[in-house]
């Protein structure tokens, strides 16, 4: 069985100084094996950063020793003994360094383990780095107030903490925003190594963690307010405002703000002013709670206090002595039944009160406080119907418990009426109410389902399972969201999913969903993400709309932007588009391509002669004439008026020569039936172009196919003219 969720955090706040500290002992001795062994892995926690200096690992060995040995130790024996030297090694090494730094002398402690060359600017060799240093003097401080005292000291203890919690927390920070490069090349600064900064913040978490009374343990590992306030609200400080830094980092480099490094700076002391704050009002918080318990054990034990309760509570309470006599009754009891009568046990049924499932009459002897007294059960809410003394019907719930004598004889009972006369009422309103959304859900006019956290279907609504021609036996349970996707539909879905998941909702992604009987069903999804308190993803509810009706206006409507209203041919737009793929086409592989120009004989005549619907009629004519006529492959297109143009691909001219010529000559056979019924014949003329090599586009081709036409026309029309330079 799981420990209760205090014990398991004490447990771990117990762990946190003994982790810490294996994990600087063991950093800390890989350093110096790599700078033995000179394997720069273990130098430097990646290519290209900042190595950790001999000596800094010898001080986080000490650290570790040290908080170790105060963890582990009892005062006066060798390993607290052991602990205090470490951690007066520790505050000797940061002192000796620092008084390297501030006279320049150099005491010979940088290079004492491992000799060290460097070149890089601002870097002493052997020498770690100045906030280094001071992080050394403030751990080794505090290691040795915390190893030699028996408590107390917690606000030096805490101050000399910060020191290390905030360098090295700045220097991870720095690392995050690129600011060592800089304050190594433009201030002649020695940076602190990534490895040692996260070690420092490592230790002075251990630190502040080292005592069950300090602040942060007593806080945060309590089962609180005040404890649950640190465990949620201080990681999410500190995420903030790293994150605030980053923006404001990011504001830095557009050119929004000052220098990177006082950003930095503010950024890691906003951390630390943020905990010191979140940490002070868990602490009145913590106060309080426990003033609060206080107040309750002290409310229990008084008698007096007690009754003011009994006489406020919303139930009504009676008391019932050894006879059955009603010696007891509360203002609520009095609320409920409109008066009370202190009566024997005998005349109880001047209670009136009927059973709800049943509708059976309550006898005197029946009512729980009399089962209670004379039989010493125990009866817990059953349903009962009363009427009042004041004639009103409620609906109540009547409960009973015998008062036993030590010797285990009854010497009365207690009895709960509580009015669930509105609560019913409510209830009833409520059962409705699902009732009614639950039939909107079915029957909405769009879909509506629940996917759990693997993706399948939990619930599903019949509009839905109509459009799928699916049963719900067929998909709780059993399909997944992914099995009705289309191929492409699933790579949109694995494309969002990820985002999904991180923002919490998706809004009007497409789908292509698979019906029963393989039909497509296209449909607009819109979904929300349900997380469980640990802020875990577990399940999904969505909205879908039918895009059919939508997806078939798009495609008419899209018809109707390339196509030719009159004559059902492509537009003038569409068919310079497949012109120019043509073309492209025709280059890349070397192929032919010829183009034709088509005029109707005499048009304006026809519609000045017959009317305009008539001369409609013949351009029907034509198109259908040209339609047959050409290959699936030609392209026709109608560009305006009584102009038309054909697009041959792979065909020669001779090739399109002989094509134009069976094309006129089935123009020339066609009939256009007038209104009286006598037929009217039209001709076209028709002009022809090849692709030629210095061609740029289909527009060279056609302004030569045209001129062509003109060259028809002018020539005795319903005939077939080539351009005059054309290759066979």
């Not at 986080?60 to 006066?76: H, N, Q, R």
């Not at 602190?192 to 590992?221: E, W």
């Not at 109509?466 to 699933?490: Q, Y």
């Not at 949109?492 to 909702?505: M, V």
């Amino acid at each position: 069985m799981d420990a209760p969720a205090p014990r398991r955090i004490y447990r771990l706040f117990d762990f946190v100084p003994h982790a810490v500290s294996a994990i600087a002992v063991a950093t800390g001795v890989l350093v110096i094996i790599g700078w033995i062994f000179d394997l720069s892995p273990f130098k430097s926690a990646l290519p290209g950063l900042v190595a950790m200096k001999a000596n800094t690992a010898v001080g986080f060995i000490l650290s570790g020793v040290a908080l170790w040995g105060f963890e582990t130790g009892i005062p006066g024996r060798p390993l607290r003994t052991i602990a205090q030297a470490c951690a007066g090694l520790v505050l000797l090494l940061g002192i000796g360094t620092l008084v390297e730094y501030l006279s320049g002398i150099d005491l010979g402690i940088d290079q004492l383990l491992i000799e060290e060359v460097t070149h890089l600017p601002g870097d002493i060799p052997g020498r770690m780095a100045l906030n280094t240093v001071l992080s050394f003097i403030g751990l080794g401080t505090a290691l040795l107030l915390l190893s030699t005292g028996q408590g107390g000291r917690v606000v030096p203890i805490h101050a000399l903490a910060m020191a290390p919690l905030i360098l090295g927390g700045s220097s991870v920070i720095g690392y995050g925003y690129d600011i060592e490069d800089f304050l190594r090349e433009r201030l002649n600064y020695t940076p602190m190594s990534i490895h040692a900064a996260t070690i420092f913040v490592l230790l002075a978490v251990g630190i502040l963690n080292a005592r069950a009374d300090y602040p942060l343990r007593r806080f945060a590992a309590g089962n609180t307010p005040a404890g649950v306030m640190v465990r949620r609200l201080l990681p999410a400080a500190i995420a903030f405002t790293l994150a605030t830094g980053w923006l404001i980092q990011q504001g830095y480099r557009a050119g929004y703000f000052g220098e990177t490094f006082l950003l930095a700076l503010f950024t890691a002391t906003s951390i630390a002013g943020l905990a010191a704050l979140i940490l002070a009002i868990a602490g009145k918080l913590y106060d309080t709670a426990m003033l609060r318990e206080r107040a309750e054990q002290a409310l229990r034990e008084n008698e007096e206090q007690l009754n003011t309760i009994i006489s406020i509570l919303p139930t009504g309470l009676w008391v019932l002595d050894a006879e059955g006599k009603v010696t007891f009754a509360n203002p609520a009891a009095q609320r409920i039944w409109a008066d009370v009568r202190y009566v024997e046990l005998g005349r109880l049924g001047e209670y009136k009160g009927w059973r709800t499932d049943n509708g059976n009459p309550i006898g005197a002897h029946e009512w729980a406080g009399a089962r209670a007294v004379e039989k010493g059960e125990t009866c817990i809410e059953e349903e009962v119907e009363i009427e009042s003394f004041d004639g009103a019907h409620k609906i109540i719930l009547d409960s009973a418990v015998p008062l036993r004598r030590p010797d285990g004889s009854i010497r009365g009972a207690i009895t709960i009426n509580q009015d669930i006369t509105e609560r019913k009422r409510i209830a009833d309103e409520l059962r409705r109410s699902a009732k009614e959304i639950e039939d909107l859900y079915d029957h909405a006019p769009c879909g509506y389902h629940s996917l759990d956290e693997n993706g399948t279907f939990t619930r599903i609504n019949h509009t839905e399972l109509a459009w799928l021609g699916l049963n719900r036996d067929e998909v709780i349970g059993k399909l997944k969201f992914s099995d009705l996707l289309t191929s492409s539909s699933l790579q949109t879905f694995q494309e969002n999913f990820p985002r999904f998941k991180q923002n919490g909702y998706v809004h009007d992604l497409e789908f292509e969903l698979k019906r029963k009987d393989g039909s497509l069903l296209p449909v607009l999804l819109s979904a929300t993400a349900i997380y469980d308190a640990s802020g875990r993803y577990v399940m999904s509810r969505s909205t879908l709309f039918d895009l059919t009706d939508r997806k078939k206006l798009e495609r008419e409507l899209e018809h109707q932007a390339r196509t030719d209203m009159l004559t059902g041919l492509n537009n003038r737009r569409h068919f310079f588009e497949l012109a120019e793929q043509e073309l492209t086409r025709s280059r890349r592989h070397g192929k032919p391509f010829s183009l034709l120009m088509l005029d109707l004989d005499n048009f304006k005549s026809v519609n000045d002669t017959y009317g305009h619907h008539i001369g409609d009629m013949a351009l029907q004519k034509l198109s259908e004439v040209a339609t047959r006529t050409l290959r699936e492959i030609d392209i026709l297109g109608r560009l305006g008026g009584e102009e038309f143009a054909g697009l041959l691909p792979e065909t020669t001219g001779t090739q399109a020569l002989e094509v134009a010529e069976r094309l006129r000559q089935a123009v020339e056979r066609a009939i256009v039936t007038l209104e009286d019924g006598s037929p009217l014949h039209v001709t076209v003329s028709i002009g022809l172009a090849s692709l030629q090599t210095g061609d740029a586009d289909v527009d060279t081709v056609l302004k030569r196919a045209d001129a062509a036409l003109y060259q028809a026309k002018h020539s005795g029309r319903n005939r077939v003219c080539r351009e005059a330079t054309a290759p066979s």
